[in-house]
Structure formats: structure tokens, C-alpha cells
């Protein structure tokens, strides 16, 4: 298993609960990565650090070829001979062009890759994947996608859910070689968790670090149009400095309307006791990767409430887990806004994005995007910016508004009974266990350890997956 760092939580997350999943199946897991771990990181394997794997930021350059030798090097010192398979995380997220063309140059090779995306370079990261593009395409005969994304009978992907999916197969990618690999969740319930007291209002907490794709101004939306009988918390603040004004911006608003919303209660309070004083968990969040948010709740013994993103959330309903407190879209009169205004910030973060990948922008691509934003007189919260959220905000909250003007009129109506609950913290459990982590793991290896070797696959098409991320219909001002 290849990763660039351990640093705690995230990915390292990952590798840890996959070889604790695989300690019931036959292999031997060696960890490679770039820098030594933290101290009190213990994946109950061997690690072995190779200097220049890390993130290009250290300032190691190599050659790919160097590079590959090196790691190469370093497992044979540590078991003896090459591995059977290479489990390689997030090669194409433009952190180091070395490895990425390593692993280019193996999957040519036909060694048995499993190349496991948990983010992409063309998915809001535009400084990563120019890093990308500056360093491949500077050499010759080396088209971007092909590089990134090599295609052979012993290259399989793994990705975190259906949306990564779809757009790998739409992309070309064989649909037998990409694997739908939802990770593990820490399936310990918190069943004997008590109802609130009720000593307080009822306490909506939105367990987040308030970045910007969480939408934390939908949140205030609805503490906004609350009659005063509830409570609305956010558990943590931005730490990435380009996050904190947007961040400042959200405190302000709150307390210029005096909104019942209370920041960094996370900081104030352990986590057990604000999940004890929940009436329910929200999540307003507008993008995901695996969706942690829509399972953790129901651990917790606390329904969850707020937007569900269909291409995450789609597969926990087909598993059988019951998210009627979810609403797919939050829609309000347009006239509540300065569309005139909007519009232009929406059509330069637009042409920005674009530009930032060097895209062309398109008259019909622009006017995509603003059909995404309204429709019928009516705007889409989620695709908003935070200038506009807040004269919804304002105006609702200066004026007596009309609830049926709001789809939906009442996020909280349908807060999950004990029994829904109970059954939706069983089939967690039960779908998203170690256990059948680790079987899936083990499935999946003993599959592409016996693929055919002799067919080299065509490359994808220029543009594949880039194009599908820059896509109007995916467009949201949050993420800009």
C-alpha cells in the first residue's frame, strides 16, 4: 500500500482500517510512503519511507524512473522480492508527477495495480492538476490522460462512490475495472445515548469544520426562519486561511440578525456531550466524497436532517438506510436577490474556473450554468454565493415571509422515530463494517491478482475526466 504521508486521519484513516479489514484474509501488507509517520501512528505493519515520495512541496526532484527504482529498492530490502499487488492511493492528484508517471510506467509493465482515488487533481484543484499538466506534458508524446489514468487488464480502480464511478466509465475506463469501494466506517454504536434532557431548546448541531462546501449559510437559513424554540450549533471553524473570511463573514451575519447559531461549540465542549445535547445532526454540506455525514448520525442514536447529494447518498438508500429527513433541493423566489448582481459574480467565477484549467468558456457553457442556479422564478440555495445566501437571509428574516414560498417549507418535519433510527444504525453496521470491508478488499485483489496481462487498453480521450468536473451542471459558486 503506497500512500505519500501517514498523517493522521483522512487517507491514513483508510490504510489502517484496510489492514485491520485484511488480518482475517492471507496477505501481507507492507506500507510505503514519503515521509516517517507521526509519532503514535501504529498501522501493525511494516512501513517503509522513501525519500522523494512525499509531496513535491519537499523539494526532492527525481526522475520517475529513479523514483520507482528507489521504492522498488526499498521493498525487496524490506521483504525480499517484489509485491504481489500495489494498492497506490491518490497517484493522480497532482502532489508528485514522478510517482504519478511511475505508476504509468508499471501499469505498462502489467504489474497488478489497484490505483485507489479518493480525490482527483480536476475536481476543484486546478494548482494541482497545472502542476500536472507542466511537468507530463513537457516531455514528448505524453498526453495528460493517458498518463494519469492508465489503462490495462492489470490496472483496476477503486473509488468511494457512484458519482467517481460514473464518471471513470464515462470517461472510458471498462466498467469491470472500476470497483465501488465505500470505506469503513467505525460501526461502534453509541446506542445507550440518552435523549436530550429537555431542560434546553432543542439543539440542531451541524458536526463540521465550517469550510465553504459545507454551506454553512444554509444552515443559518434555516436558524433564521426558526421561531425561537430551537438551537442551531456548529461544531468547528476553518483552519486553511483562505477559508476564514468566508468563515468571518457567516459570525457577522449571525450576530447582525441575532441568529440562535452558535460557533466552535466543539471547542468548548467534548464532542459526546454536544452529541448528547442534540435533538438531531444536520448536514447542509453542497459536495462529499464518501459521505461520512449521512452514516455517523445513526451511530450516534441521532437522526440526521438537511441536503442529501443523490450521487453519494443514493447508494446508502439502496442499502436500506431511511434518510427521509433529507431534502435533494432548498428553492426561494428569486426576487429575494439581486439577480443582476449574481449573475455577473456567477459568470466570472465561471469563466475563472474554466480558465484556471485552461478551458475556453462558451456563451452556451455560461448560460448552462445560470439555468442551474434558477428556474421559474426560483433559486437554488446550494448554488448560490454567500452574498446571496445572506440577502435571503436578511430578507426573511426583516420580513414576514410566506412559508410556502420556501420548498421545502420545514426541514425539521421529518425527523427520524427511535425505531427508524434503530434500524437505519443496524444497517450501517451491518453494510459498512470492517469485516465486510476487508472481504471486499480481499475480493478485489484475488480478482485482479488473476486478470489476463496481455491487453494493452487504449487511452482515455483528452479531456475525459476534466471535462465532465467542468461541466455548467456541476458548477456551484461555493466551490469556486
Known sequence: MVHYHLRRGGVTRVIQNAIQALSAHDYECVVVTGEPPPEGVDLGTAIVVVDGLGYHEAGIALSSDELLQ??????????????????????????????????????????????????????????????????????????????????????????????????????????????????????????????????????????????????IGEFLFWAALDDGDRRFGITLAPESPGEIPPYKHWQAVATELQLPVEFEMGLRKPFPELIQQATALASTSIAEGFGLAFLEPWLANRPLVGRCLPEITAEFEAAGIELDGLYSELTVPTDWIDTTSFRGRLQTAFRDARLAYGQPVQ??????????????????????????????????????????????????????????????????????????YGQKLADLYNSLLSASSDDCRPHLPSGAVLNQFLSPTRFRMLRA
Open 70 to 215: 528507489r521504492v522498488r529498492d526499498a521493498i525487496r530490502n524490506q521483504c525480499g522480492r517484489d509485491p504481489d499487488l500495489w494498492h497506490i492511493h491518490n497517484h493522480a492528484l497532482g502532489k508528485n508527477a514522478a510517482w504519478t508517471q511511475a505508476v504509468h510506467a508499471m501499469a505498462n509493465q502489467q504489474i497488478p495495480l489497484l490505483l485507489h482515488i479518493h480525490d482527483f487533481a480536476e475536481d476543484g484543484r486546478a494548482r494541482n492538476y497545472n502542476y500536472l499538466r507542466q511537468a507530463i506534458e513537457s516531455e514528448p508524446d505524453s498526453g495528460l490522460e493517458s498518463i494519469l489514468y492508465p489503462q490495462s487488464d492489470s490496472t483496476h480502480y477503486a473509488v468511494l462512490n457512484q458519482r467517481d464511478q460514473q464518471i471513470l466509465q464515462t470517461a472510458g475506463t471498462p466498467s469491470a475495472h472500476v470497483h465501488l469501494l465505500p470505506n469503513a466506517v467505525a460501526t461502534e454504536s453509541s446506542s445507550e445515548t440518552e435523549p436530550p434532557s429537555g431542560e434546553e431548546p432543542p439543539l440542531i448541531l451541524y458536526p463540521t469544520r465550517a469550510i465553504r462546501r459545507k454551506n
Open 363 to 436: 456563451p452556451e457553457d455560461e448560460e448552462e450554468a445560470w439555468q442551474q442556479v434558477q428556474r421559474d422564478q426560483r433559486a437554488e440555495l446550494g448554488h448560490l454565493d454567500e452574498i446571496a445566501q445572506a440577502e435571503i437571509i436578511r430578507h426573511i428574516r426583516k420580513n414576514k415571509v410566506n412559508r410556502a414560498d420556501i420548498v421545502p417549507s420545514d426541514w425539521l418535519a421529518n425527523l427520524a422515530d427511535p425505531q427508524q433510527t434503530l434500524r437505519n444504525q443496524q444497517r450501517v453496521q451491518q453494510r459498512y463494517s470492517l469485516d465486510g
